[in-house]
């Protein structure tokens, strides 16, 4: 099994949804664009990720979003040493089609209450709903990982609820750890590394904006 040596983890860029949300009454979440911050962010990020895999060939599964292709372009990637798959399954949670800013902002406090991870938006997901699909996609990554010509860097280019649940699925997590822990910045990075035991570390944590409240042992 060729594992890579870096598994690379991107939140886009801002986008129009981050600074107005009144645009998700006009537009769908799925075409919502960068602005040219999140171009600035998305154009750094590159430059730190141009450097990180040098002449390395990149395995790259990107949110079918908008605002994570144009990120992705704004890495500028050398083509000739990436392999780009469209993976839906790595796209946002899905809060419903056209959105009515108030209902949102309403059920966005319901969530805070009840939990980020078990509360569905209504005719959208819940976290939990999320946790499953991105469980499935980990699933089809490893097997990827059978190829022996495998390349040694993998980037998920995706949004910041989705960074949190893979690591979640990866580290084996408790819902209380993820439920104490904030999304990434716009064009943040997290990376697994891969040690010479064998098993993958963390690069640096998500900040954390409480302790976590474990039900039980597994905490």
Request: proline share 5%; net charge negative; glycine share 10%.
């Amino acid at each position: 099994m060729a594992r890579p040596r870096r598994i690379v983890l991107v939140r886009h860029g801002e986008s129009t949804g981050n600074v107005d949300d009144s645009v998700y009454e006009r537009e769908p979440d799925h075409a919502l664009a960068l602005t040219e911050r999140g171009r600035r962010q998305a154009e750094a990020t590159g430059e730190q990720l141009r450097e990180l895999f040098g002449g390395e060939r990149v395995s790259v599964y990107v949110s079918p979003y908008r605002r994570t292709h144009e990120t992705l372009r704004a890495f500028r990637l050398d083509p000739g040493r990436i392999r780009v798959r469209e993976e839906p399954r790595l796209r946002e949670q899905d809060w419903g089609n056209w959105q009515d800013r108030d209902e949102v902002r309403l059920q966005k406090t319901y969530r805070d209450a009840y939990g980020h991870f078990f509360y569905r938006f209504a005719q959208g997901e819940s976290g939990a709903d999320v946790y499953d699909r991105v469980g499935g996609f980990l699933e089809s990554l490893f097997r990827s990982f059978e190829d022996p010509d495998h390349p040694p860097n993998v980037l998920i280019v995706t949004h910041g609820l989705a960074m949190r649940l893979f690591c979640m699925r990866w580290f084996h997590w408790t819902v209380a750890e993820f439920e104490s822990l904030s999304n990434p910045g716009n064009g943040e990075v997290r990376m697994l590394v891969l040690g010479d035991d064998g098993k993958y570390t963390l690069d640096r944590p998500f900040e954390r904006w409480r302790d976590p409240e474990p039900y039980g042992i597994t905490g």
